[in-house]
C-alpha cells in the first residue's frame, strides 16, 4: 500500500500536469484562432489540440484516481 505522503507528492505532480495541459490547450485555442482569422489553414492545429485534449483527459483522471485513493487512506 502506497502512504499518505508518497500519494500527496503524486497528487501534487498530476496537479502541475493537469495544469500545464490547461495551458497548453489554451495556447492552442489562441494559435487555432489566429490562423483562421488570418484565413490559414488549421488542420494541423486542431489535430495537435485533440491530442492535447486526449491528454489533459488522462492527467485529469490520473489527479482524480490519486485524489481518490488518498481520501480513502485512513
Do not use: F, N, W, Y
Amino acid at each position: 500500500m502506497t502512504d499518505r505522503a508518497t500519494l500527496h507528492s503524486r497528487l501534487v505532480a498530476a496537479e502541475a500536469h493537469a495544469a500545464e495541459g490547461h495551458r497548453d490547450i489554451a495556447r492552442q485555442l489562441r494559435l487555432i484562432a489566429d490562423l483562421e482569422r488570418d484565413g490559414r489553414h488549421t488542420a494541423h492545429a486542431k489535430q495537435r489540440l485533440d491530442s492535447l485534449e486526449k491528454v489533459q483527459a488522462r492527467h485529469l483522471s490520473r489527479l482524480a484516481t490519486i485524489a481518490d485513493r488518498l481520501e480513502k487512506l485512513p
